[in-house]
């Protein structure tokens, strides 16, 4: 039986993940401080540690045991990112250097890491592969290149095993023995939950309506976070020692800011209200993943299209 220890198994992706790991037989230890994820999101028979990845000394208890890391605990949003850099810098730099010198002092050595397509920044060619230069444009995404360089230099240096895994944008949730498990943000930045929360008086901001797009709004990749889930368990498998790849994980296509709109509308059964805006810092215009790699090397392939993340993220709504 393998053990695996998640870091940030109690948020959106992670506790989707830890989900999925215990179906497939896994045993899990998670290592959560909670600053975004949820206590209550983590399953009485996994291992849980309520603490940070900056106490090395807790994270050397949590690695005990265990024969592969998922590591997700991360500040994740752009916005704040280029309000709170050094916050970033600490969390997603730091912190990941001290899981890591904590690994090789176990002997832990397999990793699959959530980077983001933040890293490749703003991108003239779509879809992105895997080999596009890596330029980002806010601190969140220079940091998640920060720690895929880093692992690069462990699979060279120490052998280590390693995938970062590089999503585009996740959405909707999972309907488990217990419920379902959705993204629970304070405050929320992501595109589709704010879709759905949006009111008349509370409307929907469209940042930004003069992009170089069909129709002016951003473009993105969005993938079904059980599709992403299930890509981090197959990685497991894919992980070689002294290697480090990087994958892409979306759908392979984009969707508009509107037609995001639109859709949910047509979800919902009425017109989500919505105001336009002056764009938001740090964005770029188009995101779309090239995910050829992550299908001959997971041999993965998404299967949830977007009405489906938005249905199942409506779901989650109207069962609170
Ligand atoms: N967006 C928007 N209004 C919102 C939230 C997001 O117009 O309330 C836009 C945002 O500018 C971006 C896209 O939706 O173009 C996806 O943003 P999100 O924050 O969901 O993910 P990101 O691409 O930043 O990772």
């Known amino acids: 039986m393998s053990r695996i220890l998640v870091t940030g198994g109690a948020g959106y992706i992670g506790s ?3 989900a999925l790991l ?3 037989g896994y045993e899990v230890t998670v290592l959560d401080d909670c600053s975004t994820g949820h206590a209550d ?4 028979n996994v291992t849980f540690y309520q603490g940070s990845i900056l106490d ?5 208890k949590a690695l005990e045991g265990c024969d592969a890391v998922i590591h997700f605990a991360a500040k994740s949003l752009v916005g704040e990112s280029v309000e709170k850099p050094d916050l970033y810098r600490n969390n997603n ?3 990941s250097q001290i899981l890591f010198d904590e690994m090789d002092g176990a002997g832990v050595t397999r990793i699959v890491v959530s980077s983001s397509a933040a890293t490749y920044g703003d991108s003239k060619e779509q879809p992105i592969l895997e080999t596009h230069k ?6 969140y995404g220079e940091t998640k ?3 895929d360089n880093s692992l690069a230099d462990l699979a060279a240096e120490e052998n280590f095993a390693a995938i970062s895994l590089r999503y585009f944008n996740v959405a909707g949730a999972l309907k488990g023995e217990a419920g379902w498990i959705a993204e629970r943000h304070n405050p929320e930045t992501h595109l589709i939950p704010n879709v759905l929360k949006a009111t008349k008086d509370q409307p929907l901001k469209i940042f930004g309506t003069d992009w170089k797009t069909k129709d002016g709004t951003c473009i993105r990749d969005y993938i079904h976070v059980v ?3 299930e890509a981090h368990v197959l990685a497991l498998d894919a992980l070689k020692a002294g290697s480090h790849e990087i994958i892409n994980l979306g759908s392979g296509g984009g969707y508009s800011v509107r037609e995001v709109v639109d859709t949910a509308s047509k979800v919902v059964g009425y017109e989500i209200p919505a105001v336009n805006v002056d764009r938001r810092a740090g964005d770029p215009a188009v995101l779309i993943a090239s995910i050829d790699k992550a299908k001959s090397l997971l041999q993965w392939s998404p299967t949830r299209n977007l009405e489906a993340m938005i249905r199942d993220a409506y779901e989650t709504l109207k069962a609170v």
């Open 41 to 44: 999101a983590v399953p009485a």
């Open 145 to 147: 290149l920060a720690v």
């Open 16 to 18: 989707i993940t830890v």
């Open 134 to 139: 890596a330029h980002p444009t806010n601190p």
């Open 56 to 60: 090395g000394a807790l994270v050397r």
């Open 93 to 95: 730099i730091n912190g």
């Open 227 to 229: 599709d992403l889930a």
């Open 22 to 24: 215990l179906q497939r």
